[in-house]
């Protein structure tokens, strides 16, 4: 059954992104627009093709790229079964999409904003960037693994100040970390706002800065899920007080529909 | 075509708009999947299991998908009984369908304290006694497993909610289903489901861990249908109490195999995760296939199986 919430949605076209890597499989995957009223830059949807059958009983998360009057664009990368099948999909299928789902990130016109990802966590800052309407006040820093051409840095690249970091030896990372606690800590005097998302390990130093230098931070998580509507508590975290709902600090809230974004001082990784 | 049906219970019936329920733990609280379809048209959606004290719930990992299923260890996650009754139920109180409340004590006591708290509440059609949940370390399981156990347990349940209908989940993880169903029948129940998760592993090659924090969980989702529609089968024949069956159900031809073996209702549980749409789609669509199927009355067609 349609409705605004969960709908079918017919796919346009299917990109494979940095052709050069074949170890590395990354998609842009466009699909009808939805006609959903409102969302914002961070929610996610949960999608399934029927290819999925019975034997892959869970829709997949993918954060939303873009959405604009024609189209909406989600970004993934094949790391299993479910995945793969994505990356199968044919022009002019029908998948089955619910969404958007979860709380997405500040959007504050004139705050000097961060935005910190780590590989994947790039996709919700696509939208971030685009939908921000003081660009100026923007500023990104990319760690990847791939290489850059497999993730959809350029629409991000035409409207902000984007530093990137490849990590392939282990100095890079070290390199990385130094770059995340400098840039978080200039970020302290202009009451500015850190925005990030990426790997668990990424998010808790972003995290661990944030709390140092007492800087304002959301992170988005991605965690397993089965519904993505709250019922399973499959992808729950950790919360460090009694918030939003829940009775007791150190209780666990749903992450789709409690966060992707929680602020950082909220939650333990 | 009347969809209706009743179960006839031994101290209380449960009257359902019709047979489609929604498993524990997979409905949330019926609001999460207001936005997905009309709660009302449902026959009854059963609430995440309750506890007397708040559970934090187990470690995580606590979910993974396997074929044609997923495991779960989630743990009872739940802010207690009394968050329920004053927080939730006064939120979804106003729906016109059944609402059940699924319960979990870790001693007899507990559940007969947990059934004397929801007798009252009057948007309470019926109480599901969880006895079997595979996923904490002390009672459920254990209760599930011992027919003496079982019938302690149902049996404080019905004295401390005389008022409701006593649904008894019931564990596949035994060596004879018929014997626990004949046992908290005789110990008061209204009626029983059939049934709970089997108990399962899954283990990660790469890192050579489980899969889960918890290392087992509960199997559920199309992989299990065959051993609830046996469950069903089985505990239908050998008990008057009403069955409630569950296990793999993802569309109405489904619904109709497990009436077929002598299932009275049903619930939907994993499919829910499939798509938030499908038990609102499996009511929509019973009576067409029931139409196809030439099925006139689900009584009638109730536990009419051949063999």
């Given at each position: 059954?349609?409705?605004?919430?969960?709908?079918?949605?017919?796919?346009?076209?299917?990109?494979?992104?940095?052709?050069?890597?074949?170890?590395?499989?990354?998609?842009?995957?466009?699909?009808?627009?939805?006609?959903?009223?409102?969302?914002?830059?961070?929610?996610?949807?949960?999608?399934?093709?029927?290819?999925?059958?019975?034997?892959?009983?869970?829709?997949?998360?993918?954060?939303?790229?873009?959405?604009?009057?024609?189209?909406?664009?989600?970004?993934?990368?094949?790391?299993?079964?479910?995945?793969?099948?994505?990356?199968?999909?044919?022009?002019?299928?029908?998948?089955?999409?619910?969404?958007?789902?979860?709380?997405?990130?500040?959007?504050?016109?004139?705050?000097?904003?961060?935005?910190?990802?780590?590989?994947?966590?790039?996709?919700?800052?696509?939208?971030?960037?685009?939908?921000?309407?003081?660009?100026?006040?923007?500023?990104?820093?990319?760690?990847?693994?791939?290489?850059?051409?497999?993730?959809?840095?350029?629409?991000?690249?035409?409207?902000?100040?984007?530093?990137?970091?490849?990590?392939?030896?282990?100095?890079?990372?070290?390199?990385?970390?130094?770059?995340?606690?400098?840039?978080?800590?200039?970020?302290?005097?202009?009451?500015?706002?850190?925005?990030?998302?990426?790997?668990?390990?990424?998010?808790?130093?972003?995290?661990?800065?944030?709390?140092?230098?007492?800087?304002?931070?959301?992170?988005?998580?991605?965690?397993?899920?089965?519904?993505?509507?709250?019922?399973?508590?499959?992808?729950?975290?950790?919360?460090?007080?009694?918030?939003?709902?829940?009775?007791?600090?150190?209780?666990?809230?749903?992450?789709?529909?409690?966060?992707?974004?929680?602020?950082?001082?909220?939650?333990t990784l | 075509m009347n969809l209706a049906v009743k179960l006839p219970g031994q101290s209380i019936d449960l009257n359902l708009k019709n047979p489609v329920l929604t498993a524990s733990g997979t409905f949330g609280y019926g609001r999460e999947f207001a936005p997905y379809g009309d709660l009302n048209a449902l026959g009854g959606f059963i609430v995440k299991g309750l506890s007397l004290a708040p559970r934090p719930g187990n470690a995580c990992p606590r979910i993974i998908e396997t074929t044609a299923g997923m495991l779960n260890a989630i743990g009872l996650q739940n802010d207690g009984?009394?968050?329920?009754?004053?927080?939730?139920?006064?939120?979804?109180?106003?729906?016109?369908?059944?609402?059940?409340?699924?319960?979990?004590?870790?001693?007899?006591?507990?559940?007969?304290?947990?059934?004397?708290?929801?007798?009252?509440?009057?948007?309470?059609?019926?109480?599901?006694?969880?006895?079997?949940?595979?996923?904490?370390?002390?009672?459920?399981?254990?209760?599930?497993?011992?027919?003496?156990?079982?019938?302690?347990?149902?049996?404080?349940?019905?004295?401390?909610?005389?008022?409701?209908?006593?649904?008894?989940?019931?564990?596949?993880?035994?060596?004879?289903?018929?014997?626990?169903?004949?046992?908290?029948?005789?110990?008061?129940?209204?009626?029983?489901?059939?049934?709970?998760?089997?108990?399962?592993?899954?283990?990660?090659?790469?890192?050579?861990?489980?899969?889960?924090?918890?290392?087992?969980?509960?199997?559920?989702?199309?992989?299990?249908?065959?051993?609830?529609?046996?469950?069903?089968?089985?505990?239908?024949?050998?008990?008057?109490?009403?069955?409630?069956?569950?296990?793999?159900?993802?569309?109405?031809?489904?619904?109709?195999?497990?009436?077929?073996?002598?299932?009275?209702?049903?619930?939907?549980?994993?499919?829910?995760?499939?798509?938030?749409?499908?038990?609102?789609?499996?009511?929509?669509?019973?009576?067409?296939?029931?139409?196809?199927?030439?099925?006139?009355?689900?009584?009638?067609?109730?536990?009419?199986?051949?063999?």
């Amino acid at each position: 059954m349609d409705n605004q919430h969960s709908t079918r949605l017919k796919v346009l076209d299917l990109v494979p992104f940095g052709q050069a890597d074949p170890l590395h499989h990354f998609y842009a995957l466009r699909l009808a627009r939805p006609a959903w009223t409102q969302w914002e830059p961070g929610q996610f949807i949960m999608i399934r093709p029927d290819s999925f059958g019975l034997e892959i009983p869970w829709g997949r998360p993918l954060g939303i790229c873009q959405l604009n009057q024609r189209h909406l664009i989600c970004f993934f990368q094949v790391v299993g079964r479910g995945t793969q099948k994505l990356a199968e999909l044919k022009i002019g299928e029908e998948v089955t999409v619910w969404g958007p789902l979860g709380h997405g990130f500040n959007i504050e016109d004139d705050t000097q904003t961060l935005l910190l990802a780590g590989g994947m966590g790039i996709v919700p800052f696509v939208g971030y960037v685009y939908s921000h309407p003081k660009p100026w006040n923007l500023t990104m820093l990319f760690g990847h693994r791939a290489p850059l051409d497999c993730y959809p840095v350029d629409t991000i690249k035409e409207r902000i100040a984007l530093d990137t970091l490849r990590e392939t030896v282990p100095g890079d990372l070290d390199n990385l970390i130094f770059n995340l606690e400098e840039r978080i800590h200039d970020l302290a005097d202009q009451n500015g706002l850190v925005l990030a998302c990426g790997p668990r390990p990424f998010l808790k130093t972003v995290q661990n800065f944030a709390l140092k230098f007492n800087v304002r931070a959301q992170l988005s998580l991605e965690n397993r899920m089965a519904c993505g509507v709250g019922a399973c508590l499959g992808c729950v975290t950790q919360t460090t007080e009694k918030w939003p709902e829940a009775e007791h600090a150190d209780s666990y809230v749903q992450v789709c529909t409690k966060g992707p974004v929680f602020w950082a001082h909220q939650i333990t990784l | 075509m009347n969809l209706a049906v009743k179960l006839p219970g031994q101290s209380i019936d449960l009257n359902l708009k019709n047979p489609v329920l929604t498993a524990s733990g997979t409905f949330g609280y019926g609001r999460e999947f207001a936005p997905y379809g009309d709660l009302n048209a449902l026959g009854g959606f059963i609430v995440k299991g309750l506890s007397l004290a708040p559970r934090p719930g187990n470690a995580c990992p606590r979910i993974i998908e396997t074929t044609a299923g997923m495991l779960n260890a989630i743990g009872l996650q739940n802010d207690g009984v009394e968050h329920f009754c004053q927080k939730i139920l006064p939120e979804i109180a106003a729906y016109n369908t059944a609402i059940i409340a699924n319960i979990y004590g870790g001693t007899v006591e507990e559940f007969f304290e947990l059934a004397a708290r929801l007798n009252h509440e009057e948007k309470v059609s019926a109480l599901e006694v969880n006895i079997s949940c595979p996923n904490v370390k002390h009672g459920g399981v254990l209760f599930g497993q011992d027919p003496k156990m079982a019938a302690q347990v149902t049996a404080a349940v019905r004295r401390g909610a005389p008022n409701k209908h006593i649904i008894v989940k019931l564990s596949p993880n035994v060596t004879s289903i018929i014997e626990i169903a004949k046992s908290v029948e005789g110990a008061g129940a209204d009626s029983v489901s059939c049934i709970n998760t089997l108990l399962g592993l899954s283990v990660d090659l790469k890192t050579h861990r489980p899969s889960l924090a918890n290392i087992v969980g509960g199997l559920s989702g199309p992989a299990i249908k065959p051993v609830a529609l046996r469950s069903v089968w089985q505990v239908a024949k050998n008990v008057q109490i009403p069955v409630i069956g569950v296990g793999g159900i993802t569309n109405a031809y489904d619904v109709l195999e497990f009436i077929l073996v002598g299932a009275k209702a049903i619930q939907i549980g994993t499919a829910n995760f499939i798509s938030p749409t499908t038990a609102f789609d499996i009511v929509r669509t019973l009576p067409t296939v029931c139409q196809e199927l030439g099925i006139t009355s689900l009584d009638d067609f109730c536990g009419s199986l051949e063999c």
